[in-house]
């Protein structure tokens, strides 16, 4: 198993241009989010999805668009990037249970560097 | 509101000190659930544990052990003779309103040999 991966790794965009984060998982999870990670700040919610077909608000979901088109995948955009869209970008999928030792366990990709000038 | 607050920004000890990192959380929900984990300077986010709203008994795993104390809304995480592999930056996090999870801001714990 991969686990979860993110693709691309590492993204160089000028303000204004556009891109697509994707995230893959394949251990069969309902639950998939996008946080962004900024120094000293945490994790933040940018949106998440309970499964296919389905999305949701986080906490920051302004210049953020998701979709769920698949339930093994779950895509970021960035319609007209900003610099302050500069951030590492993880993404986490977990099962929905309510019992057992690995409930609402989140599983985090290996995260993709953005740096928009 | 929900909120997770760790004050300690960042500490540093010398290999085999005992070590507290501080989490306080803030939470509506009677039913949450609270969890610590890790990242090492490779970047990866690595789960630690996970602890339910009515489960208040302390937890310990090996050198890690950890205290929750709904009383004082605290979930505070000790780490017993520190190794220099210890350090990292840890997170504390809330789940909140079924499906949303807060992080806190983090500790960057940094062991010297």
């Known amino acids: 198993n991969a686990g979860v991966t993110q693709t691309p790794k590492f993204r160089v965009l000028k303000t204004g241009q556009s891109m697509t984060l994707l995230c893959a998982q394949d251990m069969n999870h309902e639950y998939m989010y996008w946080y962004r990670q900024d120094p000293g700040m945490g994790l933040r919610l940018i949106h998440y999805s309970v499964g296919e077909g389905t999305t949701a608000k986080g906490e920051v979901p302004d210049g953020y668009n998701v979709s769920r088109l698949k339930k093994q995948n779950f895509l970021l955009g960035l319609e007209s990037a900003a610099p302050s869209q500069t951030s590492v970008y993880f993404c986490a999928s977990k099962h929905p249970g309510t019992s057992g030792e690995h409930t609402d366990t989140q599983y985090f990709g290996p995260g993709t560097r953005l740096t928009v000038l | 509101a929900q909120k997770v607050t760790q004050a300690q920004t960042e500490i540093s000890v010398v290999e085999k000190e005992d070590v507290t990192l501080d989490c306080v959380y803030e939470t509506r929900d009677t039913t949450y659930y609270l969890f610590w984990y890790k990242q090492p300077p490779s970047g990866e986010l690595v789960f630690l544990i996970r602890?339910?709203?009515?489960?208040?008994q302390n937890e310990i795993s090996g050198r890690y052990s950890w205290n929750f104390q709904k009383s004082t809304s605290s979930f505070n995480f000790t780490i017993t003779a520190s190794q220099v592999v210890d350090s990292a930056v840890y997170f504390c996090a809330l789940k909140y309103n079924f499906n949303k999870f807060y992080f806190g801001s983090g500790t960057k714990l940094n062991v010297k040999p």
């Open positions: 602890r339910n709203s009515f489960d208040e």
